[in-house]
RNA sequence: GCCCAGAUGGCGAAAUUGGUAGACGCACUGCCUUCAGGUGGCAGCGUUCGUAAGGAUGUGCAAGUUCGAAUCUUGUUCUGGGCACCA
């Protein structure tokens, strides 16, 4: 922390560390920053690159329900696998600054920032975070202002200091930054749990299948939508992707439009308007009057969100959210009974269910109508699903002629569809365009859409039926878990009030449970200690009484029993690094002074918006408070792709009789060894509709395909099936079975007959044949038998080898398929690397003779490469770089240490270890790391001609050398008389002739 | 459904600014070294016509801009990823 070097901060995204290890996509983006960090720091730069274990999380838990093992003894063994494995790589970590989001002395400081937020509310004056203490002073003298904070609850001073201590309360928790309200969760009744979307497929539980369904229970969450529009404008300062941007963006977002107040009408008499059975809706043109049943207008009227207010005068009908609290006040007893049908329907669908089924189209009307304000008609107004409750007012207007959603809406009830963009509408399909003329469209008609928003905003402004209003897709944050294996809060309930504790009580250690079920009442596990739940705090005085801030004796109260979510820990961990001891505090100010933000982050994708957009906004709030110096956490982030895994596939071939279970057959399996066939008879199968039974009765002539069977039974009363079954790639060389080891992988298959790919069968202790088997990239997996160990190939090659291999397989950024095959050529590469320093039989051949300018040229060369192509983090084509230079210093019989020791400086970020063992073998004192990168000297690469392609009308033709020092005068006379020039222009003059200097020549004719 | 990214030999890929498409590596073929295998070395290797010289063609598909397009523009097809409690 105390240099006069310049600093560089290098940081990889912590791993979770799972029980399955590490397989060879993990590594990939470890290699690189492990690269960059030794470059940088032969460049000269301070470098801070250390590396931890984001150790809390539901997997463990999720263990521990199923075998009893602690969670932090699981998670304990898996760091250690996991640390085993990254030394092995030979990856330079400063494991002195290892953080353990699970470890107290870390969660300490998780607590502790969330006591800041707790402590903070968001001030729409500035912008910022700020002390709810400072807002008290406020609310004390001012009252609630409704300018410094979004929440619409406002009273004067003299309302505050009436208020009770509870309601006090309740109005600071509905501005702190972190916060607590009712919320619904996915709730499991079978399990008794509340279930992360991830637990839950096509509605119902991952386990057991069991019914889930939406509940309120209160949850803590953080108002990150309060920082909404700086996370967006922070993009612009950092450098992540544009797809990166984009997501975050997308997430976030923004949009501009209105939100519209209409007046509900509804009759009190029942089916007047519609029979509940039938799904035709009613038009809005049916005359109130016909209608003998009275007309009461509902008090509160509805209030949608738009983008387009334009579109007004297209509104054919109205859509809630079936959450939406108008739905119970305005249906019609008439459609009572068909609402509550389909509120029981979506109660049992999840979100993103709702979104992505969005092509099967329900609804329910409710017999009400909202008024348009601009012509009087009567829209009726339904609730469907495809309206979120959490997003905009949880209603919208739909205008079918412009949206396609409404439109496929209104085509499944049958509601009439009003146009207003004349011949843009083709009654095929809506057209959401801008850029039309509106019709049909009161005071706007004859305005182009675009110009007609912002005057309708106007009118709607003028008439005070609505107003502007900036929206967010992003919804405040979750914070809690009903789970076990997180960050307790440090909070404890009392009479209805959240009451942090103390910085010094932290950390509020997790306690030892024994089972790790959920608690009563769908609470976390936490729940059934009662011991630790019921607190009563022992305060200075001697009496079970707590002073809290706000001069409340507080006699007994209650943990909170939910924990954090995963991301609580990963939202500031690259901050303890810089100081990871200190418990004084999160992190010194000096330290996150020194080392500021992260100046090169590598991560995967997958976190895109969740852990960068938490860790932004934490940041953000710490740099409000005055903690750091900076808000925006990572200055560039690099991503790497996924590494895939390739599936390797065997056919097996049975013949569906024994699946019917015979009684003769019952014990089929000892008798009868499987059949597998080879890729080729497999496509030829299915390709050309072959039923398996003729494949198999063709077959059995051949020895050895369990003939007894094919006797006893015939073939032409049994089917058969074939199957594709994962088979460990590791077995399978290229495509290539070997069937040896795949007859030991499983008992069952100590005698597996495979139909091999020139038709012979391999029967155990048979002839000699090849299995070609099924290949498809997936992504890598224990349970698809196509993950590869690290460790294997760094026994095998070597860490070097493993590390450039990596590298080598393509961009870092770009997701591709592993395949081991191609690791040979980088071991053969780093084999000839070290016959330039050694011979197998003469041993050392390396010498001090001075370098000719040739080898000096090659070394340049490869200088200015290597620096360019690191600096750009384009590592495979660096490797491919250093390729080249061997190459061509082998061809030259260069074994001199004046080249060779500067190369060697280049390739040591790559390949660490032969670099510093032959750095001391050229007996240099010391580690390669503190050496001096060398330096490109241009002047050595200066060439005084070029061999310039001349291309005839664009197509090559023919090669020139000419000096570069030629201008087009001279260079035209030249390339006239050139042989194959004059082949081609057959005694005609050219047209013109393009000449791009140290480029190319074209001759157009 | 919405959003984002990508598509180049048998395979992974390269081409940094519109300027010699396929660098580098794998696989494959022939040869040398060896008793043999491995290692190591030399040569060939997009497709196609041709003994060769040489020609035609070629960066998912279709069109366009340009002296010149893998690269730019428009449309289109396919593949991968993300879309609020796995991490």
């Known amino acids: 922390?105390?240099?006069?070097?310049?600093?560089?901060?290098?940081?990889?995204?912590?791993?979770?560390?799972?029980?399955?290890?590490?397989?060879?996509?993990?590594?990939?983006?470890?290699?690189?920053?492990?690269?960059?960090?030794?470059?940088?720091?032969?460049?000269?730069?301070?470098?801070?690159?250390?590396?931890?274990?984001?150790?809390?999380?539901?997997?463990?838990?999720?263990?521990?329900?199923?075998?009893?093992?602690?969670?932090?003894?699981?998670?304990?063994?898996?760091?250690?696998?996991?640390?085993?494995?990254?030394?092995?790589?030979?990856?330079?970590?400063?494991?002195?600054?290892?953080?353990?989001?699970s470890d107290p002395q870390y969660y300490k400081w998780t607590q502790w920032i969330f006591l800041q937020l707790f402590n903070s509310y968001f001030d729409t004056k500035t912008n910022k975070a700020k002390l709810v203490t400072e807002l008290i002073k406020t609310f004390e003298t001012e009252g609630s202002t409704n300018n410094q904070q979004r929440t619409t609850d406002n009273f004067t001073a003299e309302q505050w200091n009436t208020f009770s201590k509870k309601e006090q309360e309740e109005m600071l928790m509905n501005r702190r930054l972190a916060f607590s309200k009712y919320g619904e969760v996915n709730w499991c009744e079978a399990l008794g749990t509340v279930l992360a979307n991830d637990e839950i497929v096509n509605g119902v539980s991952e386990r057991g299948g069991h019914p889930v369904e939406k509940k309120k229970m209160r949850q803590w969450y953080l108002r990150i939508t309060d920082y909404a529009d700086r996370l967006l404008e922070g993009l612009e300062t950092v450098d992540f992707s544009e797809s990166m941007k984009e997501m975050q963006k997308n997430w976030i977002g923004k949009s501009e439009g209105a939100e519209m107040d209409f007046k509900i009408v509804r009759r009190e008499s029942s089916g007047v308007n519609v029979d509940p059975a039938s799904k035709e809706a009613p038009t809005h043109d049916s005359p109130l009057t016909t209608h003998d049943s009275p007309l009461t207008i509902h008090a509160s009227p509805l209030r949608v969100y738009t983008t387009r207010p334009d579109t007004i005068f297209g509104v054919d009908f109205m859509v809630v959210a079936p959450e939406h609290e108008l739905v119970s006040q305005i249906t019609s007893a008439g459609q009572q009974v068909a609402i509550d049908e389909y509120l029981a329907y979506v109660k049992s669908r999840s979100e993103r269910e709702r979104l992505a089924e969005a092509k099967t189209i329900t609804g329910c009307f409710t017999g009400a109508y909202a008024i348009n304000p601009f012509d009087?008609?009567?829209?009726?107004?339904?609730?469907?699903?495809?309206?979120?409750?959490?997003?905009?007012?949880?209603?919208?207007?739909?205008?079918?002629?412009?949206?396609?959603?409404?439109?496929?809406?209104?085509?499944h009830f049958n509601i009439p569809i009003t146009n207003i963009i004349g011949a843009h509408y083709n009654g095929e399909e809506a057209n959401s365009t801008k850029e039309a003329v509106l019709e049909n469209s009161g005071f706007l008609n004859g305005l182009l859409m675009k110009d007609a928003i912002g005057i309708?905003?106007?009118?709607?402004?003028?008439?005070?039926?609505?107003?502007?209003?900036?929206?967010?897709?992003?919804r405040d944050a979750g914070f809690?878990?009903?789970?076990?294996?997180?960050?307790?809060?440090?909070?404890?309930?009392?009479?209805?009030?959240?009451?942090?504790?103390?910085?010094?009580?932290?950390?509020?250690?997790?306690?030892?449970?024994d089972k790790y079920g959920p608690g009563p009442d769908g609470e976390g596990p936490l729940a059934n200690i009662k011991e630790w739940v019921d607190v009563r705090r022992n305060t200075p005085d001697g009496v079970f009484n707590t002073n809290t801030p706000q001069g409340v004796f507080l006699q007994e109260g209650r943990r909170e029993t939910s924990t954090m979510p995963g991301y609580a820990g990963s939202s500031w961990y690259f901050l303890r690094y810089m100081d990871p001891h200190n418990n004084q505090t999160f992190c010194d100010r000096k330290?996150?002074?020194?080392?500021?933000?992260?100046?090169?982050?590598?991560?995967?994708?997958?976190?895109?918006?969740?852990?960068?957009?938490?860790?932004?906004?934490?940041?953000?709030?710490?740099?409000?408070?005055?903690?750091?110096?900076?808000?925006?956490?990572?200055?560039?982030?690099?991503?790497?792709?996924?590494?895939?895994?390739?599936?390797?596939?065997?056919?097996?071939?049975?013949?569906?009789y024994l699946i019917q279970r015979d009684a003769e057959l019952d014990n089929y399996e000892s008798k009868l060894d499987p059949i597998f066939i080879s890729k080729i008879q497999y496509d030829g199968i299915k390709d050309n509709n072959i039923d398996p039974v003729d494949f198999l009765l063709a077959r059995s002539e051949d020895e050895g395909i369990n003939k007894w069977f094919f006797e006893k039974y015939s073939m032409d009363k049994i089917g058969a099936a074939v199957t594709p079954i994962h088979v460990d790639v590791n077995i399978v060389n290229g495509v290539e079975l070997d069937i040896e080891a795949f007859?030991?992988?499983?008992?069952?298959?100590?005698?597996?007959?495979?139909?091999?790919?020139?038709?012979?069968?391999?029967?155990?202790?048979?002839?000699?044949?090849?299995?070609?088997?099924?290949?498809?990239?997936?992504?890598?997996?224990?349970?698809?038998?196509?993950?590869?160990?690290?460790?294997?190939?760094?026994?095998?090659?070597?860490?070097?080898?493993?590390?450039?291999?990596?590298?080598?397989?393509?961009p870092v950024e770009a997701s591709k398929p592993w395949d081991t095959k191609g690791i040979e050529g980088v071991h053969r590469f780093l084999r000839k690397l070290w016959r330039l320093f050694n011979d197998d039989i003469k041993g050392k051949v390396w010498n001090e003779d001075k370098a000719t300018d040739a080898e000096l040229k090659v070394l340049h060369r490869t200088i200015k490469k290597i620096e360019e192509d690191t600096e750009r983090f384009s590592f495979n084509t660096a490797v491919s770089t250093f390729m080249i230079c061997v190459n061509e210093l082998a061809d030259l019989k260069c074994h001199k240490k004046e080249i060779l020791e500067k190369l060697l400086i280049l390739?040591?970020?790559?390949?660490?270890?032969?670099?510093?063992?032959?750095?001391?073998?050229?007996?240099?004192?010391g580690s390669i790391l503190d050496a001096n990168y060398p330096s490109f000297n241009p002047a050595l690469l200066v060439e005084?001609?070029?061999?310039?392609?001349?291309?005839?009308n664009g197509k090559l033709r023919t090669n020139m050398q000419l000096a570069l020092n030629l201008e087009q005068p001279q260079v035209e006379e030249l390339v006239l008389q050139n042989e194959i020039v004059q082949k081609w222009l057959e005694g005609n003059q050219p047209k013109k002739i393009i000449f791009v200097k140290n480029k190319m020549i074209n001759v157009v004719i």
């Open 376 to 411: 009087g008609r009567e829209i009726p107004i339904w609730i469907a699903e495809y309206v979120l409750a959490g997003y905009g007012t949880g209603a919208i207007m739909a205008v079918p002629c412009g949206d396609q959603r409404d439109f496929a809406f209104a085509k």
């Open 743 to 810: 007859r030991n992988s499983r008992p069952e298959y100590k005698n597996a007959i495979l139909v091999c790919e020139d038709g012979w069968v391999s029967h155990p202790g048979g002839k000699f044949t090849l299995y070609i088997s099924g290949a498809e990239t997936e992504k890598m997996s224990k349970s698809k038998f196509n993950t590869v160990n690290p460790d294997d190939l760094v026994l095998k090659y070597g860490a070097d080898t493993f590390r450039m291999y990596e590298m080598f397989l393509g």
């Open 944 to 952: 005084s001609t070029k061999e310039y392609p001349v291309s005839i």
């Open 480 to 513: 809690s878990r009903q789970r076990y294996w997180g960050e307790p809060f440090p909070i404890i309930w009392s009479d209805g009030i959240a009451i942090p504790l103390d910085a010094e009580e932290l950390p509020l250690e997790l306690p030892h449970v």
């Open 1 to 101: 922390n105390d240099s006069a070097k310049p600093k560089y901060y290098v940081l990889d995204m912590f791993p979770y560390p799972s029980g399955a290890g590490l397989h060879v996509g993990h590594p990939l983006g470890y290699i690189a920053s492990d690269i960059y960090s030794r470059y940088k720091r032969l460049k000269g730069f301070n470098v801070l690159h250390p590396m931890g274990f984001d150790s809390f999380g539901l997997p463990a838990e999720q263990y521990a329900l199923e075998t009893g093992q602690h969670p932090a003894t699981t998670t304990e063994k898996n760091i250690a696998t996991f640390k085993l494995q990254l030394d092995k790589i030979g990856f330079c970590y400063d494991w002195d600054r290892e953080v353990r989001t």
């Open 907 to 925: 390739l040591t970020p790559y390949a660490p270890h032969i670099a510093e063992e032959l750095w001391h073998q050229l007996g240099n004192e």
């Open 591 to 656: 330290a996150s002074d020194y080392w500021n933000q992260v100046d090169l982050y590598i991560g995967g994708t997958e976190h895109a918006v969740g852990h960068l957009l938490y860790s932004r906004m934490w940041t953000k709030v710490l740099f409000d408070l005055g903690l750091i110096g900076y808000d925006e956490p990572f200055k560039k982030l690099l991503n790497q792709g996924m590494i895939q895994g390739s599936s390797r596939f065997v056919y097996r071939i049975l013949p569906t």
């Open 456 to 474: 309708a905003l106007k009118k709607i402004e003028e008439l005070g039926i609505g107003k502007r209003k900036v929206n967010y897709r992003m």
